[in-house]
């Protein structure tokens, strides 16, 4: 951060999908059967959202999102968050508006009116943990820029942006609106990639803006490292993507994490687990104990160590927010 | 059963309330300061609903319903049902609808258009698992008997109501035409007192029922026995109610569980358990148990005990929907 910004008075303001989960626990071949890309997030159109609904089996409705998770995190550690997203003006709408203020975070988004209704995502959770999301992007496509509250981005020490996000026009045209104003307020921006299928589309873009210097902190998983850096080998796509941002987070599911920072390098192991029941939110919960520790000060290893932690939190239970008190959590296992 | 009924295609056909539960974990300071009923159900209006809905945590959305939350425990145990209730055309009317048939229940009631919305109950879940109910009932106090199918009621061995339902006029007069068209195919009815405050209201109404011999099983808890006995010894209100009704079971949370039926008295222990994770739905899922083995012919203890595992299943989550396979359960339980 610019030595002269001013004094920051929120920590962190994400943008990202504005979307309530529909959680089902799912045998691997009804996965298979329905043509789903297990593992991985697969946007859907009406038709096969109605269809694979059809299919599911009895669900539960759990707010969700990315970056809307990771700020879920973040509040619950403590720091002061605001959220931007579109949601409809419809009930789920209202499910996911309750939700994240009930949360703590400032959302002041209004719902837009009409079709499409609020965006939702039917994750299908196989016996072990793995989740397969199919995700209707319905009224989160079309956050406008002129949903963007300046000021509020202005205000906040980190600017944390959905990789998800940058498919839609719409949000994307905001996104680059945000990164302009955050770092025209001497800010910070954070990236996560999302998904390998967004790389896939966008990644001239995120490599562009990678090195044209406006993103402060990019977290990646080890699959998405790979498809930004089209390097299949882990330790050269580190080797050629760190110098290129101050800070680098690369999350290796039950392999740890990495994080490379000013020419420094930290590793931190998995979090012993007994039984994985949920992935979903995994990554975003990672980040959200990453980017805590960070604002806090905390070295590199401690904020590794925090987004491990919170990540052991989130697939310890069902659903993408936390359910117990990460800031004391975190008290008691960083000591 | 009178042995002059054709073979039913149906074991269970159950009328109830078609509601989406909204549950979050609340401190019992939380529950006191916001005036509730703990641990007991209470309707609101839309602006009770509001205000409770603003000062609530984060929740999840689970489908439940009294006698909804019966027949989906029945179904995972193999018994073929349907269910009788109303919700709105909205989307939480959507993931009622789909929940319920996802668990292989036949609902074939049409959304009703327009105003209420579909019936929600905010719960609010205390740190020892104890929930506080309070329930806006919106499209579901609007059952017509028009929705009734009379051949579908005939065409089930028992027809189970909630008393909850009792409250609202449309479906009161539903439920009857209901009893009527069950008993005039020579099939048995089973009714819940589901709370207090319905036997304070409709007393008179359930003592009149059971003296014409329209009820074949009852079901209560020891509160609702002493209200409807008005008899504060449990031991007097067994003794005064057990002679006027063909089959009693009365449910006592931990302590157990006790059922009289033609002169036999059976009693069954609570299922021990490790943490009471959230109670809603125990008394619902009793029943799913105790009629399923009803229903396959076992005697009065097996019955019991069948209810006591099933109630078991449902405390030790979160949410009044089963998670297991109860079928498996059940099977491993009792041998």
Redesign the interface.
Known sequence: MAASSPAATLDVVGIGNAIVDVM??AENETIERLGMNRGGMTLIDTDRAHAL??A????????GGSAANTL?GLASLGSRCAFIGQVAD???GE?FA???R??GIRFDVPARPGEP?TARCLIFVSPDGQRTMNTYLGASQFLPSAALDEALIADARILYLEGYLWDPEEPRAAMKQAIAASRGAGREVAFTLSDAFVIARHGDDFRALIDAGQIDVLFANEHELAALTRMDDFEAGLASLAPRVPTLVVTRSEKGAVAISGGERAEVAAEPIERVVDTTGAGDMFAAGFLHARVAGRPLAECLRAGSICAWEIISHY?A?P?SDLKALLASKLG
């Open positions: 089902s626990p609904y059809d599911m089996g009895p669900a539960k409705e759990i707010s879920a419809d009930q789920l499910v309750h939700d994240i009930a949360t209704p659903g927010r359910e």
